[in-house]
């Protein structure tokens, strides 16, 4: 599956957020969404899951029109994780996550929606949360659960906003593994809208980096996440170090 975005333009009211943007992305592949605060990644996501709509241009999904195809069959093909979430209290972590089946499911849930959601809450190792009330876990332990309802969906691609803001570090770098490790596996999509840069060059294959409502660049993170980069989008003086274990930005100071 192939998702293009071609010359997209979002506005709130009369404030341009941003203005003919253009990327593709396919499946097999993790793109990161960068940018400081203000320019456009929440946004741009919510526009490619239809929450808001398109201002101008198109979004083509494999070469098709994506506002020519129907919401349900628009579900099984993309599943979205908004950064903030609106859950009824006392629902069950294991309702929650069966939620995601919904496109598949007609008056009776099956054994194969329910073999979705153990798979979906064993891959985010939260198992021992099944039985719990989403309103009485934590704000980390919530985004996994909706991370989970997304994975039950089984869609062809994923739009994630902010999905490790509410997680600890450990959680953060589990939680982008595992979802690497899907989108390589299963040889689905992921479009993922992140603040940490380091998060983006360890699990990211393409990142699109926006400022001013722009694109800055877009590419291999390797070649798109530079100093010069870093210093221009963010105003903030780095530095790119290789270690054994993989590159690093090491920012230290605003510049002026």
Same mark, same amino acid.
């Not at 628009?74 to 294991?94: E, N, W």
């Not at 989108?183 to 400022?211: E, F, Q, T, W």
């Given at each position: ?18 203005? *003919?943007? %253009?990327?593709?992305? #396919? %499946?097999? @592949?993790?793109? =990161? ?5 203000? !320019? ?5 996501? @919510? ?22 195809? %129907? @919401? $349900? #069959? ?18 069950? +972590?294991? *309702? ?9 499911? %007609?008056? !009776?849930?099956? *054994?194969?929606?329910?073999? $979705? ?12 949360? =099944? *039985? ?29 906003? &902010? ?10 770098? #589990? ?17 993922? $809208? ?27 993170? &390797?070649? +798109? ?13 780095? #530095?790119? +170090? ?15």
């Amino acid at each position: 599956m192939k998702i293009s975005v071609e010359h997209l333009t979002q506005k709130y009211g009369q404030h341009v957020v941003f203005e *003919d943007v %253009s990327f593709t992305t #396919e %499946s097999g @592949k993790v793109t =990161a969404l960068l940018g400081p605060n203000g !320019s456009g990644k929440s946004t741009l996501i @919510k526009t490619i899951a239809d929450i808001l709509p398109m201002k101008g241009g198109r979004i083509l999904v494999n070469d098709t029109d994506i506002t020519t195809v %129907s @919401k $349900a #069959e628009r579900a099984k093909m993309i599943g979205y994780v908004p950064q903030y979430f609106h859950y009824t209290s006392f629902t069950s +972590v294991l *309702d929650t996550v069966l939620i995601g089946r919904r496109p598949y499911m %007609s008056w !009776s849930v099956s *054994d194969e929606d329910l073999e $979705a959601v153990d798979a979906a809450l064993s891959t985010m190792h939260i198992e021992e949360l =099944a *039985d719990r009330f989403v309103n009485e876990l934590s704000g980390g332990q919530r985004q996994r659960v909706f991370i989970a309802r997304a994975l039950a969906q089984n869609p062809e691609f994923f739009l994630f906003d &902010e999905p490790t803001s509410s997680l600890d570090l450990r959680h953060q770098l #589990e939680t982008l593994a595992v979802m690497q490790d899907v989108v390589h596996k299963n040889n689905s999509g992921m479009i993922v $809208a992140l603040h940490d840069l380091n998060l983006a060059l360890r699990y990211a294959d393409h990142v699109v980096l926006l400022k001013d409502g722009a694109i800055y660049a877009n590419g291999k993170p &390797e070649d +798109v996440l530079t100093a010069e980069a870093v210093r221009d989008v963010y105003g903030v003086e780095s #530095e790119v +170090v290789e270690k054994e274990t993989g590159r690093f930005i090491l920012s230290y100071e605003p510049s002026y």
